[in-house]
Every structure is written in C-alpha cells, then in structure tokens.
T-cell receptor
C-alpha cells in the first residue's frame, strides 16, 4: 500500500457544525501532516505530527483541532468554521529519519465548503 | 524562515519540446532538501524529483532533471520531450531538517499539441 487515503473527498458544513476529516496511511510512515490549500495558491502547512506527537503547529486557529490516534491515522476536527476556511485540505505522510531527504506522499484532499 | 520563490506564474511549451521552470529559495541552513511536485487538476500532489543539498550532482528522473546551484540558491526543473500529460501546476518545495516543507507559489504549465 503506497497511498494516503483521505475521507471524505467533499464536505459542506455550516458554521455551527462539528465535522472531522480523516487521513490514513499504511506505509509505516511516522510523520504526518495537514496542509490547507486555497484556489490557485500553494499548500500551507498547518500541523506536523512526528511519532504521534504534535511537533509543529503553524499558529492555526483553535477551531481546527488535530488528532493522531495511532501511527496510521490522522484526524482534523472542525468546529465553528468560517466561510474563509473553505479550501482543499491535504494530508501527507513521510518517513522519519536523521536525514529527511524523503518527499511526502500526499492524499488527494478533502474539498471543504463552509456555508 | 525559509522562503521559496517561483517567478513564473505561467509557462507554455510545445509538445516534444523542452521547458525550464525556475525556483529560488532563501535559507541560512547548510543541509536541506529540495523537491518539485506536480499537481494536475485531479488535485493529487505528485513528487517529480528530489535533490539533497549536500550532493553536488544534479538529480535526474527520466525526462525530468534539475539544475541545482547551491551558492545561488537556485533549483530549476527541466522537462525534456514534453508530453500532454505534463500539463499541471508545478510547485518547488524546500524541506528543512526540522521536518516541515514549504512551497513556492507554483507555475502553471500548459503543453500545446
């Protein structure tokens, strides 16, 4: 298995809803990432998990709450989002190592629309 | 903080011809990693090629090669024998030792038949 699987592929939610994005990989990667990508823009790093511990939080608003229950799963819990949070949310994973020369393997993303 | 700059928002190439996409970056680190990713309309980010900064030799993957100039902090991608399937958004990316990857603004490549 050489894939990162993200569900759902599309999500429409109201500003008062609570929803979760899910990301799964079975490549034995011990680093996982959440990126946010607005239309015609590059992906922006949100969170990095290394060995199931949060190692980087790029000053993301608390309405986004990441969780890494085990080495294969990464969740992003959403609550009280704003319309400007509408974007493509990409999950990625990579091997950990002393020399991080490995690229990331990306999922195909969740297209989120906040209404 | 590291920054990645892609100065060409759009590029166009004739099928079977060669095109070069530019990328420069700014860093104070001596050891880092550079990548080119491709994002077609399907949204999947696909790794095209990688380069370790400590290696002098330019990376090559089939029709894709890079020109890595460490002193100039330049990392351009050359696509030879361009194919229609190469049409996509191309992102240059920098990965530091602390495990975060930053992307340039991207270059949209069009391939004309």
């Amino acid at each position: 298995d050489t894939e990162v699987t993200q569900t759902p592929k599309h999500l429409v939610m109201g500003m008062t809803n609570k929803k979760s994005l899910k990301c799964e990989q079975h490549m034995g990667h011990r680093a996982m990432y959440w990126y946010k990508q607005k239309a015609k823009k590059p992906p922006e790093l949100m969170f990095v998990y290394s060995y199931e511990k949060l190692s980087i939080n790029e000053s993301v608003p608390s309405r986004f709450s990441p969780e890494c229950p085990n080495s294969s799963l990464l969740n992003l819990h959403l609550h009280a989002l704003q319309p400007e949070d509408s974007a493509l949310y990409l999950c990625a994973s990579s091997q950990e190592g002393r020399r991080p020369n490995y690229g990331y393997t990306f999922g195909s993303g969740t297209r989120l629309t906040v209404v | 903080a590291q920054t990645v700059t892609q100065s060409q928002p759009e590029m166009s190439v004739q099928e079977a011809e060669t095109v070069t996409l530019s990328c420069t970056y700014d860093t104070s680190e001596s050891d880092y990693y550079l990548f080119w990713y491709k994002q077609p309309p399907s949204r999947q980010m696909i790794l095209v090629i990688r380069q370790e900064a400590y290696k002098q030799q330019n990376a090559t993957e089939n029709r894709f090669s890079v020109n890595f100039q460490k002193a100039a902090k330049s990392f351009s991608l050359k696509i030879s024998d361009s194919q229609l399937g190469d049409a996509a958004m191309y992102f240059c990316a920098y990965r530091s030792q602390n495990n975060d990857m930053r992307f340039g603004a991207g270059t949209r490549l069009t391939v004309k038949p």
